[in-house]
């Protein structure tokens, strides 16, 4: 079974803060993903990695940057943290196989208040 | 214009009825595609993949309709169990492979 893992549940941190979200996966997956989710506005792409030190930005990575020194472990940055930045983080990843299908698993996501 | 859209509900049905959902997508481009489920307060989880010519596991049939761009999810003999928000994905399979997610249809399933 593919094993996601994120380092918290549930964070609460200040404005201004730098926070750090760390996401290991066990299966050697080449591909890694952090996606916010918010009501209504679904899963949104922040930045993915589809090497160890390569980082490509998503949708909304403003606000975010990533590390990847690893290839199991992904790493989300919020510099400084602020209000808009509560959310639900949720980190994936995902193996392309030889016909190109791909599919991706989830951790068991981050609560993260910014208060 | 969202890349994939879904009906948000909630569909209320009671147990043992078919519910199906429907989900449009807007690239063409889109080469694969899924069906997550995701309890409360959970991650999703992939439920089944969505081939061309439609496929079926157990009560889930999952269909995709390329010319109108769109995929569907039908559940027969619904359980309590099946209560649950069900996210519509496509994948465009370009040098990045980007996946693009609905927002969800949520299901109740009553007794």
């Known amino acids: 079974d593919v094993k996601v893992t994120q380092s918290s549940r549930y964070l609460v941190k200040r404005t201004g803060e730098k926070v750090f979200l760390e996401c290991v996966q066990d299966m050697d997956h080449e591909n890694m993903f952090w996606y916010r989710q918010d009501p209504g506005l679904g899963l949104r792409l922040i930045y993915f990695s589809y090497d160890v030190k390569m980082k490509e930005k998503g949708d909304i990575p403003e606000g975010y940057s990533v590390s990847r020194e690893k290839k199991e472990r992904f790493s989300l940055i919020l510099e400084s943290a602020s209000t808009n930045q509560t959310s639900m983080y949720l980190c994936?990843?995902?193996?392309?196989?030889?016909?190109?299908?791909?599919?991706?698993?989830f951790g068991p996501g981050t609560r993260l208040l910014v208060l | 214009r969202k890349e994939v859209e879904q009906d948000p509900g909630p569909f209320n049905v009671p147990e043992g009825a078919t519910v199906a959902f429907n989900c449009t997508y807007s690239n063409s481009a889109s080469q694969s595609f899924f069906w997550y489920r995701q309890d409360c307060r959970k991650e999703p989880k992939l439920l089944m993949s969505?081939?061309?010519s439609g496929n079926e596991d157990g009560r889930f049939t999952a269909q995709l309709n390329r010319a109108s761009q769109y995929i569907s999810l039908l559940i027969r003999d619904s359980k309590l169990s099946d209560s649950a928000t069900y996210l519509c994905v496509v994948n465009v399979i370009s040098n990045f492979n980007k996946f693009y997610f609905g927002s969800g249809t949520k299901l109740n399933v009553k007794p």
């Open positions: 969505v081939y061309s």
């Open positions: 994936a990843s995902s193996l392309r196989l030889a016909g190109g299908q791909e599919t991706q698993y």
